[in-house]
């Protein structure tokens, strides 16, 4: 079964900053993938997914995400941080009949001001 | 119309009780779900509906009965839930095979 991981629990950063947040998945087959973001109190919101194509997939706010098959990664990256970008990320990958997302652990991100 | 309302926000209930927990999208989507969140946990998968049939159960209790009404309403009947249940109950609906979910805000419940 398909299923992602992120190593990284918790991130602190100061703005500014420049971020990358790991994401590896364990399929062999195509893979879909997806990174979402929960802001504190909100609901999860869809940042960036990758279907196929480019492996370089820009999402709103600024983010973007590779991804490098011979990695087995989708890692998320934003070049500078803000404070408003305080949330939980997860990563997330579709199973093949694409009625099925699975999340990653979540990682915490903390931007200090 | 771009949102997936759950209701109520918040509810608190004893193991006795029986409630129900309330989704509606007016997206046109037919794939509807409903995922569990524990504090600082990511959302686990309950139940897919697709075309208003009950595609995927992940070994959820029976104590969580899922129903889909029609297409843009889900409900989830709880009775006789256990303390443990106590989370985020998150509803969300997308088009069947794009795997782009739109989440509701949530329904947080605490069993007593």
């Known amino acids: 079964a398909q299923s992602v991981s992120q190593h990284n629990h918790h991130v602190i950063l100061s703005e500014a900053a420049s971020l990358e947040l790991g994401c590896n998945y364990s399929?062999?087959?195509?893979?879909?993938l997806f990174w979402y973001v929960q802001y504190p109190g909100q609901h999860l919101q869809l940042l960036l997914k990758y279907f196929s194509g480019d492996p370089l997939v820009k999402g709103i706010k600024g983010f973007e995400a590779e991804f490098i098959k011979s990695k087995f990664s989708f890692n998320l990256r934003k070049p500078s941080v803000q404070w408003s970008d305080t949330a939980e990320y997860f990563c997330a990958v579709l199973n093949n009949a694409g009625n099925m997302l699975t999340f990653g652990g979540g990682t915490r991100l903390m931007v200090k001001p | 119309d771009t949102e997936v309302t759950q209701t109520p926000k918040h509810l608190v209930m004893g193991m006795t009780n029986k409630k129900s927990l309330k989704c509606e999208q007016h997206m046109g989507h037919r794939a509807m779900y409903w995922y569990k969140q524990k504090a600082k946990k990511p959302p686990e998968l309950m139940f897919v509906?697709?075309?208003?049939?009950?595609?995927i159960n992940e070994s959820v209790p029976s104590r969580f009965s899922p129903e889909c009404p029609n297409s843009s309403l889900l409900n989830l009947h709880l009775h006789a839930l256990q303390p443990e249940d106590s989370a985020l109950y998150l509803c969300a609906s997308t088009w069947v095979g794009t795997g782009e979910l739109f989440f509701g805000e949530g329904s947080r419940l605490t069993v007593l």
């Open positions: 399929y062999g087959g195509t893979v879909n």
């Open positions: 509906y697709s075309y208003e049939k009950l595609s």
